[in-house]
């Protein structure tokens, strides 16, 4: 069979398709994928491709989309589950590498590591500027309690963390077991020291993080957010940081991107480009699961990771 890959995977992730099936890798984007969707019988992804209904009508053989990522919401999983196409994932691929980043963001924050770095590089040696707070003894707030909020409640742990939690799938044992508290959502945006957001991009959860809540955190407090773009409202996180009503943020992931907006003006956020995932251990492992799922698909079996297994049965 052919299987079409259109975002750039771990070759090991490529070399496992070969060997029992055709693949092609192309970078094809819109109409371009449109027009040679119909030749193949799986497709392949990252976050770059959006995989949409027009996509979906124009892939007539299509038996599987996959996402070499956790996060679906470039790929229109109702269309495909209406063509009854398997869409498919690699949920803990790259859960240590986004973890990594939330932590290493606060550790930017508190340290003000990029105003250090920028200030050397023009000359100045700013020590007196540049004082900052340590981790350990903060309150960490975690909106999420999903694969990558637990391994940043790990790490967190062994950094002298207190650690809050909300999520509506978070029960009080489910906290415990991350030696969290539960909380509601109020109270951790005013009470915490960093606020790490882990949740998809839902109807429900876009713009969650609106101005209102932002404005109950602590003038001494940082926000970050490795999880999904639309999550945060980007105009009242810049009304907020503009007002220095917070003391920063750290922001990976954007509504569009590449982000061209005006949180780049502030001086009071670290802005990187939706590279959470991007590490070579965890683009392997997501790679290599998502592969195996497509071969599941396209050998007759179930498979491990099915995204809409409910909406085709």
Same mark, same amino acid.
């Given at each position: 069979?052919?299987?079409? =890959?259109?975002? +750039?995977? #771990?070759?090991?992730?490529? +070399?496992?398709?070969? %060997?029992?099936? /055709?693949?092609?890798?192309? %970078? ?7 027009? +040679? ?10 976050? #770059? ?13 299509? @038996?599987?989309?996959? $996402? ?10 109702? %269309? ?29 924050? &508190?340290? @003000?590591?990029?105003?250090?770095? %920028?200030?050397?590089?023009?000359? /100045? ?23 990558? #909020?637990? +391994?940043? &409640? ?25 030696? &969290? /508290? ?32 932002? $404005? ?29 009503? =917070? ?17 780049? /003006? ?34 007759? @079996? ?12």
């Amino acid at each position: 069979m052919k299987i079409l =890959i259109t975002d +750039e995977v #771990a070759k090991e992730a490529m +070399e496992l398709l070969k %060997e029992k099936h /055709e693949v092609v890798f192309k %970078e094809l984007r819109g109409e371009e994928l449109e027009k +040679e969707i119909g030749e193949y019988d799986a497709l392949m992804v990252r976050s #770059a491709t959006k995989v949409t209904a027009s996509v979906i009508k124009a892939g007539k053989k299509l @038996k599987v989309i996959g $996402r070499a990522g956790i996060g679906v919401d470039n790929i229109d999983v109702e %269309e495909a589950s209406r063509h009854g196409i398997y869409v498919v994932n690699s949920p803990g691929g790259s859960t240590r590498s986004v973890a990594e980043l939330s932590v290493a963001l606060m550790f930017a924050l &508190a340290r @003000k590591i990029t105003k250090a770095d %920028e200030s050397m590089k023009r000359g /100045e040696w700013a020590k007196k500027k540049l004082k900052g707070i340590e981790l350990q003894g903060k309150v960490l707030g975690l909106i999420g309690s999903g694969r990558i #909020a637990r +391994e940043v &409640a790990k790490i967190a742990s062994c950094l002298g963390m207190s650690i809050l939690v909300y999520s509506p799938h978070c029960t009080p044992e489910k906290a415990k077991a991350m030696n &969290a /508290e539960l909380k509601s959502m109020e109270e951790i945006f005013s009470t915490a020291d960093f606020i790490s957001l882990h949740v998809p991009l839902t109807e429900e959860t876009r713009h969650m993080v609106n101005e209102a809540l932002l $404005r109950k955190m602590k003038k001494t407090a940082f926000l970050v957010n490795v999880a999904r773009g639309g999550v945060v409202d980007e105009e009242a996180l810049y009304n907020v940081l503009k007002d220095g009503a =917070i003391a920063g943020a750290a922001v990976d992931v954007f509504e569009h991107e590449p982000y061209q907006g005006k949180l780049a /003006e502030l001086d009071n956020i670290i802005l990187t480009p939706h590279i959470g995932a991007s590490t070579k251990e965890g683009q392997i492992r997501a790679g290599i699961i998502c592969a195996e799922q497509i071969l599941k698909v396209l050998d007759g @079996k179930e498979p491990d990771y099915w995204v809409n297994k409910d909406m085709m049965k």
